[in-house]
């Protein structure tokens, strides 16, 4: 199948509607193993807060389906604007044909017009896909260390 049979368009996820909680539903497993994928209030909230841009890929050969999500984050900080790519996935009926790469690419401009300088994002080693899709779209590995710190669990009630 060609990409210019299968065309796949980007939109920004605008409102949490049960259609998008299905989708989280079947791709979030897709991305992890342990992750809760987030219901619609969840999905009302991470739609809201000014610095989440929710992308969805849809899949206008099959009825307009989401068959793909990225979260862009841009902040700012003392020194910049800073964006990161998070939570990038597509649903396995739906691969290799250039839905990530779309996602990615309208991350970037958004990013961009919102004035950031770089574009962060991690990535391990075994995606071999991903690391191949970031690499095609100009990201470089960067010389840095990264760290992470796991906190407790905490009782939210409490
Ligand atoms: C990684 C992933 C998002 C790619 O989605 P996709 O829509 O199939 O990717 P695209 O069709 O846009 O491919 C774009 C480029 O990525 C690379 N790529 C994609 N799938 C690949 C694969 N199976 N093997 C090698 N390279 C691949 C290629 O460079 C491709 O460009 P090309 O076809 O011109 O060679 C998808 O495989 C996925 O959801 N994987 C599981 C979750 C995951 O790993 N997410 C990334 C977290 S960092």
Redesign the pocket.
């Known amino acids: 199948m060609t990409?210019a049979a299968a065309p796949?368009e980007v939109s920004v996820a605008t409102e949490a509607t049960d259609e998008l909680a299905r989708a989280f539903a079947r791709?979030i497993p897709?991305?992890s193993d342990t992750a809760v994928p987030p219901d619609r209030n969840a999905l009302a909230d991470i739609i809201a807060a000014p610095s989440n841009t929710v992308l969805l890929?849809r899949d206008r050969a099959n009825g307009g389906q989401i068959v793909?999500t990225l979260t862009l984050v841009t902040f700012r900080i003392p020194t910049a604007v800073r964006a990161w790519i998070e939570?990038?996935?597509?649903?396995?009926s739906?691969?290799?044909?250039?839905?990530?790469?779309?996602?990615?690419e309208e991350a970037i401009r958004i990013a961009k017009l919102r004035g950031a300088r770089t574009i962060d994002?991690?990535?391990?080693r075994s995606?071999?896909?991903?690391?191949?899709?970031?690499?095609?779209?100009g990201f470089a590995i960067r010389d840095t260390n990264v760290y992470r710190y796991v906190l407790p669990e905490t009782d939210k009630e409490g």
């Open positions: 990409r796949i791709l897709q991305l890929a793909g939570d990038v996935v597509v649903d396995s739906a691969r290799d044909r250039g839905a990530a790469e779309a996602l990615t994002l991690t990535s391990r995606r071999e896909a991903a690391r191949r899709l970031y690499g095609k779209v």
